[in-house]
């Protein structure tokens, strides 16, 4: 069945059949461009669009969270995960509904619309560094997991190290290659995103095997009186500990970003009315997720909370089968770590796409564009998790940065912007609260964790 088969009736489907209005801004294929590809496809249904945002938002940042929790403490901490996840659905809803108005079917369109190409191109290059950033960061942590890692002179040897000792064929860039050529090039072929669903749906899966091992680790060390009653609120001692309260914002706000993902799957869906439920169940799947991640993770460890929880299993547990439950965990967060990788590859590849040819045709119509840009950006992925093993610093910086725009300066400046006068007085107000916010924390974080960095690097000569 066709898109152009289907019956008058179904006006609900009638914007996907369109042509963009912008042509300049080719970054998300329609199925009507589409459609002599994928003749049999008829819309993504509600499950696999949820399974798809959900697996965007689920990614390394989950892992984080518990050491959010020894900042903030357990009350503060709990409730800025909450509300991180009323202003993500907040800023994607005005993302959307200027979508609708301007008839713009992509992120890159709407930006375009409001500020022109240079808004475009912002908008892509942001996305270009957050998700590059990002990828290299997934493939460190899956080699980091399955082949081990030295830190400070100390080994944390990997699963497979641990299961059958050091072999040439458990190295860190040959497992990293087998993962790339048999997982992550496969899944990167694919054209459209609903065709994820079901490795999202399995990721999304893994993700809570993490949490109710973790859950059942509490509780069991909870009866024997092993965990101790955890920080309920932060301790604030002075002005430096005051501003590590807001190195925790961009990875909030990193732990939520999903914006740039919401158009592909809103014009794959079947009933595009109902985005914005999918929107809403994948922030309350995931945010319930995080808080309970976050506050058994929290109570588990305490204030040994590692920045990275999963580095905390390579400890003994004290309880029966620890070694095994902390292989397990491994495994399953780095298989949830592959199955996430093409889900945010997809949206890399199409504003790779869009800010390298502009005006070419849909990238989904031209295989050879297709393939160049895919292995491009897996081999550039491939060669910075091999080649920068350290670069969690840098993309605390760069990473956080455009990820804030993505997520809260660019849907706020898109509304107060208001080229369409669809803006209501509480938007405004919204949007600007918003953009302080967004600035004020993410400097704050900024200059915290460089002074932080600048005191470490000074303290060995004084």
Known sequence: MTIGSLKPTKEKKSRKSKQVVDEKVPLLPTKQEEDTEFDEFDGASFTG???????????????????????????????????????????????????????????GGVMGDAFGKFGRMALQICVLVNNVGVLIVYMIIIGDVLSGTTSSGIHHAGVLEGWFGVYWWNSRTFVLLVTTLAVFAPLACLKRIDSLKFTSALSVALAVVFLVITVGITVMKLINGSISMPR???????????????????????????????????????????????????????????????????????????????????????????????????????????????????????????????YARPLASDNLRFALISCGLIGLIFLGANFIPSIWDAFQFTGATAAVCIGFIFPAAITLRDQHNIATKKDKILCIVMIVLAVFSNVVAIYSDAYALFKKNTSPSE
């Open 49 to 107: 669009a949820v399974f798809n945002l959900s697996t965007t938002i689920v990614g390394a940042g989950i892992m984080a969270l518990p050491a959010t929790m020894k900042v903030l403490g357990l009350v503060l901490g709990i409730a800025m995960i909450i509300f991180m996840a009323f202003l993500t659905e907040a800023s994607i809803e005005m993302l959307l509904r200027f979508s609708r108005v301007g008839k713009s079917s992509s992120y």
């Open 232 to 358: 309920l609120l932060p301790d604030v001692t002075d002005v430096t500990s005051f501003l590590d309260l807001f190195t925790v914002v961009p990875v909030l706000v990193t732990a939520y970003i999903c914006h740039y993902n919401v158009h592909s799957i809103d014009n794959e869906l079947e009933d595009n009315t109902k985005i914005k439920a999918v929107v809403r169940s994948s922030l309350a799947l995931c945010s319930s997720v995080y808080v309970m991640t976050s506050l058994f993770g929290f109570l588990l460890f305490g204030d040994a909370t590692l920045d990275d929880v999963l580095a905390n299993f390579d400890a003994d547990l004290g309880i029966p089968y620890g070694s095994l439950l902390n292989d397990v965990v491994r495994v399953s967060y780095a298989a949830h770590l592959m199955l996430v990788f093409p889900i945010v590859f997809y949206p890399l590849r199409l504003n790779m796409d869009g800010l390298l040819f502009p």
